[in-house]
């Protein structure tokens, strides 16, 4: 293997990104979240480069991903562990490959403890997402069981109600800006029962009439309202994503496809409830 010559900071515009690169699909995925932990708190993990026949170039062995996030935060240099010799495309492969491999990426349980604990320091998800640079829904779904109350936390410990529920009733419980426990409790155990369109709709109606009985919410929303049934045609490919979120949300592929457009009508402005 080479030898290292040196540490050093180096121009973005000095250097390429190597044909020996082992990640060659989903390189852009998720990299605005890296950039926004470099920018928050720095470059954990120097790139590695070897120089080039051009003099004062350099050609990126492992970190192809680190060096566009510094593109994207407009950065003009980088630190990169500088290799002694140029390398050939085998010998670039094999470091690209090695790195890889000994660089495994956090599970979802150490995500979860570590914003946890964080969770516990600084006592919002929001701050948490500011001193790591963690996307803050990201946050908000890592210390999910941390943000129930206590009553909440009691009915999901005995698994009668699934979490994700258990949250819902709990921000429905609080419009007024007070929390309610009795209500929450109530909410919880009701929507556990309904449809994920149902829970929708109640916590609609809980927003728009804070001051009406929860009974009477409960009750309109199990029978009132028109729903529509959309079907789509979708690519394997996507189908597998939405799959995968649905798994990771505890919720049917239904609920996670009617969820993620609401949430991207919501966010474009064009989510008009009637």
Not at 159 to 169: E, S, Y
């Amino acid at each position: 293997m080479p030898e290292i010559r040196e540490v050093k900071e180096i121009p973005l515009k000095n250097l390429v990104i190597g044909k020996g690169q082992v990640r060659l699909s989903n390189v852009g995925k998720e990299l605005d979240e890296l950039a926004e932990s470099i920018r928050v708190v720095g470059l954990l993990e120097p790139i590695v480069v070897s120089p080039t026949e051009k003099p004062g170039q350099y050609e990126i062995l492992t970190g192809q991903r680190r060096f566009l996030a510094h593109e994207k935060l407009r950065k003009e240099t980088i630190l990169a562990v500088v290799l002694k010799d140029r390398v050939d495309p085998i010998t670039a492969k094999i470091v690209s490959l090695t790195e890889n491999l000994v660089r495994t990426e956090p599970s979802r349980a150490d995500y979860i403890d570590a914003c946890t604990a964080l969770y516990h320091k600084y006592g919002s998800a929001k701050d948490v997402a500011e001193k790591t640079g963690l996307p803050y829904h990201k946050v908000r779904d890592y210390v999910k069981y941390e943000r129930l109350q206590p009553e909440l936390k009691a009915l999901v410990d005995k698994g009668n109600v699934d979490i994700k529920v258990a949250l819902r009733a709990q921000d429905a419980a609080s419009v007024t800006g007070k929390y309610d426990a009795t209500e929450a409790v109530q909410l919880a155990k009701e929507m556990t029962t309904m449809s994920g369109p149902q829970q929708s709709k109640l916590i609609q109606e809980r927003q728009e009439n804070p001051d009406v009985p929860v009974e009477e919410v409960i009750e309109h929303a199990k029978s009132g309202g028109r729903i529509t049934q959309v079907i789509v045609t979708l690519s394997s490919t996507v189908h597998s994503s939405l799959k995968g979120y649905a798994k990771d949300e505890g919720t049917t592929i239904d609920d996670a496809a009617r969820t993620l457009i609401e949430e991207g009508l919501s966010t474009k402005g064009l989510l008009q409830e009637s």
